[in-house]
C-alpha cells in the first residue's frame, strides 16, 4: 500500500507523521525552508505561492504557539486563512469531525491543518478526502493525541541543522514525559531517519513508554548520565492535562530529578543546545537560568517554525 | 556554432558602461544569471554589492509544476528604494522569469528603474518585456533549451539542449 501521505508521483500530498517519511523528503522539507526564512526580513514579507487558497485551522484542541504560526505562516504565502474555534462550533452542538469536513469542503478549502485530541484524526480526515476524490485538498498534522507533531518535528530538526550543521556525529537526548508526548514520537523518527547515530531519552520510569527501545533510542532514567557529552538537549513539557493517576509524586520531586538545571546542563557538551516546544513549565522541567540562559535556542525555535511550515504548506499546494 | 558565452559578457560589460549612474545596483537571477552578473559586477568596478534572486517563489507555474526542488535564498544586499536596477539573466526567452524577477524586486522597495541586461536574447516572448542590453540575439527553435553552463574553472559556456 502506498504511504497515505504521498502522491502517486512521490511527492508530499498530506503531513501526518513523520514515520514512514524517507530521508529525501525530510530533507528537501529542511532545504526549502532555509530560503522561506530570508522573507521574515523583507519590507513586503509576503510570497504569492498560495493567493487564492483557502486554509482552514481546525484546532480541536486549544493551541496558541501552534496555531498562530500556522497562520503567519499560510499568511505569509498569501492564503486566506480561517481559524474555526471548535469548541464554540457545531461540534459542541453534535456535529461529528466528518461532517465538518464536508461543509468546509463545500467551502472550497484547500488546506486543513488539524489539531485534534484523538491520535489518527488527521490520518482519518485525509482518508475521507481521499474516499470523496478530493485529492486537490490537503491535510496537515498540527498535532493529534499521543501520536505525532510532524512540524513541531521538522522545525526541531531545522533548529539543529541550523546550530550543528550537520546530523552525523550528534547525541542528542529527549527529556521528560516521553509518554504522553506526541512531538517526543515526532522527534525521535526525525533523528532517527536523518541518520543521528545516538538519540537518548531520559525520563522517570512511570512517563517512558515501555518499548521506546524498539525505535532504536537509548533509555536512562539517570539524567545526569543521560546528558553527559549530548550536543543537543530538547526538554519536553511535562503534560499535567494528560496525567491519569500517580504517575508522578509532584511537580517539585519531578524538577529534582528531571528538570534541567545550569547544574545537570554541565554534563553536556560546552557548545550544547537546549530546545523547548513550548509552553514552557519553568521550574517543573527546566530552570529560568536555562531556559532564558546562553544555551537555549527556544525563541529561535518559534521563529524557524514559520519558515518550516511555509515550506510545508508550499509543497504540498505545489503538489 | 553557438556564442563564445566569455566574449559576450565583455561585451554586455562594454555597452552598459557608458552612463552607467554610480549607485546602480546590478540583481543577477539563479543560477546562469549570478554568473553573468559576477562578470559584469567586476568588469564595471561597481559599489553597490551584488544582489541575486531566486524567483521560484514567484514563478507563474507553481500551480502546474510546484516547487523547484533546490531553492537558493534570495540575497538583496542594499537599499532598493529609489536605487537605479539592472536584473541580468543569461537567457532572455518567454520574458516570464524577468516578470516573476520584478515583482519580487518591488517586495524589498521601491526602485529607481529598472533595466534588463541579457547574454542571449532567443526571441519566444510571451510578456512585454525588451531588454535595455542583449549581447546577442539568436534564433532558437521551440523545443530546445539554451543554457549557460560553468566549468569547474570558471568558464563559462553556451549549450544548446532538448527541452
Given at each position: 500500500?502506498r504511504?497515505?501521505?504521498?502522491n502517486k508521483?512521490g511527492?508530499?500530498?498530506?503531513l501526518?507523521?513523520?514515520d ?8 528537501t ?28 485551522n ?19 504565502l ?19 469531525l ?14 486543513f491543518v488539524?489539531?485534534?485530541?484523538s ?14 476524490g ?17 512540524t ?7 533548529t ?29 523518527h ?9 538519540v ?30 549530548v ?33 545537570k ?8 543546545i ?14 529560568s ?30 503538489g | ?14 555597452s552598459?558602461r557608458p552612463g ?27 559599489k ?5 534572486l531566486?524567483v ?28 537605479p ?23 524589498y ?16 516572448r ?19 533549451n ?18
Amino acid at each position: 500500500m502506498r504511504n497515505p501521505q504521498l502522491n502517486k508521483n512521490g511527492g508530499l500530498q498530506h503531513l501526518l507523521t513523520i514515520d514512514g517519511l524517507p530521508r529525501e523528503i525530510l530533507s528537501t522539507i529542511l532545504d526549502t525552508a532555509a530560503p522561506f526564512s530570508e522573507v521574515a526580513e523583507r519590507e513586503v514579507k509576503k510570497l504569492p505561492l498560495l493567493r487564492g487558497k483557502s486554509v482552514f485551522n481546525l484546532f480541536f484542541e486549544s493551541s496558541t504557539r501552534t496555531r498562530t504560526t500556522f497562520e503567519i505562516a499560510a499568511k505569509r504565502l498569501s492564503a486566506d486563512v480561517i481559524n474555526l474555534n471548535i469548541s464554540t462550533s457545531s461540534t459542541s452542538k453534535g456535529e461529528t469531525l466528518l461532517d465538518t469536513v464536508d461543509n468546509l469542503c463545500a467551502m472550497q478549502a484547500d488546506m486543513f491543518v488539524v489539531r485534534h485530541a484523538s491520535s489518527g484524526a488527521p490520518f482519518l480526515i485525509a482518508q475521507h478526502l481521499a474516499a470523496m476524490g478530493l485529492e486537490h485538498i490537503h491535510v496537515i498534522n498540527a498535532g493529534d493525541g499521543r501520536h505525532a507533531h510532524p512540524t513541531q518535528g521538522l522545525l526541531d530538526m531545522y533548529t539543529i541543522r541550523h546550530y550543528k550543521k550537520t546530523f552525523a556525529n550528534l547525541v542528542v537526548a529527549i527529556v521528560g514525559d516521553v509518554l504522553h508526548s506526541r512531538v517526543a514520537r515526532s522527534q525521535i523518527h526525525a533523528l532517527i531517519t536523518l541518520g543521528v547515530p545516538e538519540v537518548r531519552v531520559i525520563g522517570p520510569k512511570t512517563l517512558i513508554p515501555t518499548d521506546v527501545d524498539k525505535l532504536g533510542v537509548r533509555v536512562f532514567h539517570d539524567m545526569r548520565a543521560g546528558l553527559k557529552d549530548v550536543d543537543v538537549v530538547m526538554m519536553l513539557r511535562l503534560q499535567n492535562e494528560r496525567m491519569q493517576g500517580a504517575l508522578l509524586p509532584s511537580p517539585q520531586e519531578f524538577f529534582k530529578y528531571y528538570g534541567l538545571t545550569a547544574d545537570k546542563l554541565e554534563c553536556a557538551r560546552p557548545d550544547a543546545i537546549v530546545m523547548h516546544p513550548g509552553p514552557m513549565n519553568r521550574g517543573v522541567e527546566i530552570d529560568s537560568a536555562v531556559a532564558d540562559g546562553p544555551h537555549a535556542v527556544i525563541l529561535p525555535q518559534v521563529t524557524f517554525g514559520i519558515a518550516v511550515r511555509m515550506a510545508v504548506m508550499s509543497m504540498l499546494a505545489g503538489g | 556554432m553557438l556564442p563564445d558565452a566569455e566574449r559576450l559578457c565583455v561585451a554586455l560589460a562594454d555597452s552598459l558602461r557608458p552612463g552607467l549612474p554610480p549607485d546602480s545596483a546590478l540583481v543577477g537571477i539563479h543560477t546562469g544569471g549570478v554568473w553573468v552578473a559576477e562578470r559584469l559586477h567586476a568588469a564595471l568596478g561597481l559599489k553597490t554589492p551584488l544582489g541575486r534572486l531566486d524567483v521560484s517563489f514567484y514563478r507563474d507555474d507553481f500551480s502546474r509544476s510546484g516547487l523547484h526542488p533546490q531553492i537558493k535564498s534570495s540575497d538583496i544586499p542594499f537599499e532598493v528604494n529609489d536605487r537605479p536596477i539592472i536584473i541580468v539573466d543569461d537567457v532572455l526567452y518567454t520574458g516570464r522569469t524577468i516578470r516573476a524577477a520584478m515583482n519580487e524586486i518591488f517586495d524589498y522597495g521601491r526602485p529607481a528603474r529598472i533595466d534588463l541586461a541579457v547574454l542571449i536574447d532567443r526571441g519566444g516572448r510571451e510578456l512585454p518585456v525588451c531588454p535595455r542590453w542583449a549581447a546577442q540575439t539568436l534564433q532558437v527553435e521551440p523545443g530546445r533549451n539554451l543554457q549557460l553552463e560553468r566549468s569547474e574553472a570558471g568558464l563559462l559556456t553556451l549549450r544548446l539542449i532538448d527541452a
